[in-house]
C-alpha cells in the first residue's frame, strides 16, 4: 500500500514508556464491547489500537463481553462481534465474558461492606439522586450510609435472592458525598433487575455497575493498559478507586487510558441509534452496505486492510475531532486500485450496432486483469456486432471538447478496434434506441497502423453475451456532514432518499461465477464488490467507491 504518513498514537508512546521504564514487562489489552448490536467502525479504532498495539508489542489482547447490562444483550450480536474482529485481522488470546466474574465481583461487593466502604441503600432513585447535590452544593448522606456491615450483607443478600422489587435498594459504594467530583459521591456498585441474561440465566437478579465491574474485570484479567475512551476521563478516579480499595497489588492494578472517539462526516455512529435504523427499516438490517457497521462496510466492499490503513492514518488522540467519510474512502481505493482485477461492466447501458461488422461472427480479445500486474492474468472477452456502451460516452450534440462517442468521432474500444459513430436511431418521442458505428479492422487491439490520434478509449461489452447485472450505487446515508447537529438530534430527517441507487447494468461473462465478496474495478466506472445476495442466476453488485478521490479535493482545497 501507498505509504501514508501514520498519525500520532499517544497511547502507543505510553506503551512504549512502560517498556522501557519497566513500569511494566509485557502489554495487556481487551477489547470490550457490549453485545448489544453490531460493531461500527468506531469499534473499529478501538480493535486496531488494542488488539494492534498488543500484537506490535508482542502482548495479548483478550476479547472480552461487557455484558453487565442484560436488558439489551443477546448471544447473535456476541457471534456478530466475534466474526468482524476475526475479519478485521485480530485473533484474541481469550474470550471472556464480564458475567464470568459476577460470583468474584459478589464477593468483593461484600468484602467492600466488610471494611466499610460499601452499603445498601433503601432511599428511592429520586431521592439518590436528589441527594447526590451538584457542582455547588455537596450531597446529603443516605439516612441508611452508616448502617452495620452485618445489616447490608444481610440486605445484599435478599437483594441478590430476588426478595425486593426493582428499585427497593441498591448497593453503593461509601466514598465521599462533598467529593467535587459527582463520580464519587458513593456510587452505585449493584442494582436489581429481575431480567433473565444471554448466559447466566436466572443466577442473578442484581447486576453490577459498569464502574465497579469493569477495572475490576480489567484486574482479574491482569490487564496492563485499559483503552477506553473520553467520556470516561472523569471515572477515572472511581475506576482506581475500586482497585486500590481492594488493595490489589500493582500488577493487578491496570491503568486507564482515555482517548478520542471517532467520528465521521455523513453517518452517525452509536449502536443505539445504528439500532433504530434498522428497526425502523430505514436500512435493510445491519448489514446494509450503506451502514457504518464493520458489517456493512465489508458487504459494501471496504477491505480489512484498509480499514486498518485509516485507523492507522488517523491516529489516537485525545482531542475530538470529525473525520472525512471520503479519507476513509481514499484508503479503500488506494487498496483497492493495488489489488483487485479490472474488469468491463456497463451500469447504464447503451446500444451500438457495427454496422460493417460481419452478422453472426464473435472474436474473444485476450485482456489482462490488471494494468501493471501480469500475475493476475488475463481472460477473453467477446466481441460482436452489437455492442453495449456506458450511455455517458455517448453524445450527440457534444461540445467540442467531448472526446468520446459522438457523431462523426473515433474512440478506441478497449482491447478491440476504433470505431467510428455514423448515425443515432431514435424513437418517435426522441429516445436513443441505438448508435450506429463503423469499425476500422485495420485497428484491431486498438492501434491505428496511420498513426492518427484516438483520444478516447471507452469499455463496451457485446450485447449478445453481456450477463445482466444488478448494480447498486451505495451513496452517503445522511445528506449533511454532521445529520446531529440539531438541537432535538433528529438525524432521521437527514437521512438521504438516494443513498442507494438501482441500476440495470451488464457485465462481462468472465464474471458468471463470481462469489459475494468478489472485489473488482469495472474499468472506468468505480469499484465494485458482489453482494451477499447475488446469485449466478441474479448478479449484485455494490459500489464500494467511485473513482474519483473526493478526500484529494479536501486536501487540496484545504491547503
Ligand atoms: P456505542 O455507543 O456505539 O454503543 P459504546 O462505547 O457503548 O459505543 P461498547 O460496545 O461499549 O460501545 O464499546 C467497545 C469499545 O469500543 C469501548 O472501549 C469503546 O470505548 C470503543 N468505542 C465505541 N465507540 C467508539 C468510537 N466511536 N471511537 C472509538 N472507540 C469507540
Ligand atoms: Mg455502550
Redesign the pocket.
Known amino acids: 500500500m501507498a505509504e501514508v504518513e501514520a498519525g500520532k498514537n499517544f497511547v502507543r508512546e505510553i506503551m512504549e514508556d512502560d517498556l522501557r521504564t519497566g513500569n511494566r514487562d509485557h502489554i495487556a489489552t481487551r477489547?470490550?464491547?457490549?453485545p448489544?448490536?453490531y460493531l461500527?467502525i468506531?469499534?473499529a479504532?478501538?480493535i486496531c489500537t488494542n488488539f494492534g498495539l498488543a500484537k506490535e508489542f508482542g502482548g495479548t489482547c483478550n476479547l472480552r463481553f461487557?455484558d453487565t447490562d442484560p436488558v439489551k444483550e443477546s448471544t447473535d450480536y456476541c457471534d456478530s462481534i466475534r466474526h468482524d474482529v476475526e475479519w478485521m485481522g485480530f485473533q484474541w488470546a481469550n474470550e471472556y465474558y464480564a458475567s464470568d466474574y459476577f460470583d468474584q465481583l459478589y464477593a468483593w461487593a461484600q468484602e467492600l461492606i466488610r471494611r466499610g466502604l460499601a452499603y445498601v441503600d433503601e432511599q428511592t432513585a429520586e431521592q439518590i439522586s436528589e441527594n447526590r447535590g451538584n457542582f455547588y452544593r455537596p450531597g446529603v448522606p443516605s439516612p441508611w450510609r452508616d448502617r452495620p456491615a452485618e445489616e447490608s450483607l444481610d440486605m445484599l443478600e435478599r437483594m441478590k435472592n430476588g426478595e425486593f422489587e426493582e428499585g427497593h435498594c441498591v448497593l453503593r459504594a461509601k466514598i465521599d458525598m462533598a467529593h467535587q467530583n459527582m463520580n464519587m459521591r458513593d456510587p452505585l456498585m449493584y442494582r436489581i433487575k429481575k431480567v433473565s441474561h444471554h448466559r447466566t440465566g436466572n443466577k442473578w437478579c442484581i447486576y453490577p455497575m459498569y464502574d465497579f465491574a469493569h477495572g475490576l474485570s480489567d484486574s482479574i484479567e491482569g490487564i496492563t493498559h485499559s483503552?477506553?475512551?473520553l467520556e470516561f476521563e472523569d471515572h477515572r478516579i472511581l475506576y482506581d478507586w475500586f482497585i486500590d480499595a481492594l488493595g490489589l497489588p500493582h500488577e493487578k492494578h491496570p491503568q486507564q487510558i482515555e482517548f478520542a472517539?471517532?467520528?465521521l462526516t455523513y453517518i452517525v455512529?452509536?449502536?443505539?441509534r445504528l439500532l433504530s435504523l434498522v428497526k425502523e427499516g430505514l436500512v435493510n438490517g445491519w448489514d446494509d452496505p450503506r451502514m457504518p457497521t464493520i458489517s456493512g462496510m465489508r458487504r459494501r466492499g471496504f477491505t480489512a486492510e484498509a480499514i486498518r490503513r485509516f485507523c492507522e492514518v488517523i491516529g489516537v488522540n485525545k482531542r475530538d475531532t470529525t473525520v472525512e467519510f471520503a479519507q476513509l474512502e481514499h484508503c479503500v481505493r488506494e487498496h483497492l486500485n493495488e489489488t483487485v482485477p479490472r474488469v468491463m461492466g456497463v451500469t447504464k447501458p447503451i446500444r451500438v450496432l457495427i454496422e460493417n461488422y460481419p452478422e453472426g461472427q464473435v472474436e474473444w480479445f485476450d485482456a489482462p486483469y490488471s494494468p501493471t500486474d501480469p500475475n493476475m492474468g488475463t481472460r477473453k472477452v467477446p466481441f460482436s456486432r452489437e455492442l453495449y456502451i456506458e450511455s455517458a460516452d455517448f453524445m450527440e450534440d457534444a461540445p467540442a471538447k467531448f472526446y468520446r462517442l459522438t457523431p462523426g468521432r473515433e474512440v478506441r474500444l478497449r482491447y478491440a478496434y476504433v470505431i467510428k459513430c455514423v448515425g443515432v436511431d431514435k424513437d418517435d418521442a426522441g429516445n436513443i434506441l441505438q448508435v450506429r458505428c463503423t469499425y476500422d479492422p485495420e485497428t484491431r487491439g486498438g492501434s491505428t497502423p496511420d498513426g492518427r490520434k484516438i483520444k478516447a478509449t471507452i469499455h463496451w461489452l457485446s450485447r449478445a453475451h453481456a450477463l445482466p447485472a444488478e448494480c447498486r450505487l451505495i451513496n452517503a446515508l445522511f445528506t449533511v456532514p454532521n445529520p446531529l447537529a440539531d438541537e432535538d438530534g433528529d438525524f432521521k430527517k437527514y437521512l438521504n432518499p438516494n443513498s442507494m441507487e438501482i441500476l440495470n447494468g451488464f457485465v462481462e461473462p468472465a464474471l458468471a461465477d463470481v462469489k459475494p465478496g468478489y472485489h473488482c474495478q469495472f474499468e472506468r466506472v468505480a469499484y465494485f464488490n458482489v453482494d451477499d445476495d447475488s446469485t449466478p442466476e441474479h448478479l449484485i453488485f455494490n459500489r464500494t467507491v467511485t473513482m474519483s478521490d473526493d478526500w484529494a479535493k479536501i486536501v487540496k482545497r484545504n491547503g
Open positions: 477489547f470490550p464491547p457490549e448489544n448490536g461500527h468506531g469499534h479504532k478501538s461487557d483503552v477506553c475512551t472517539k471517532l467520528n455512529l452509536s449502536k443505539r
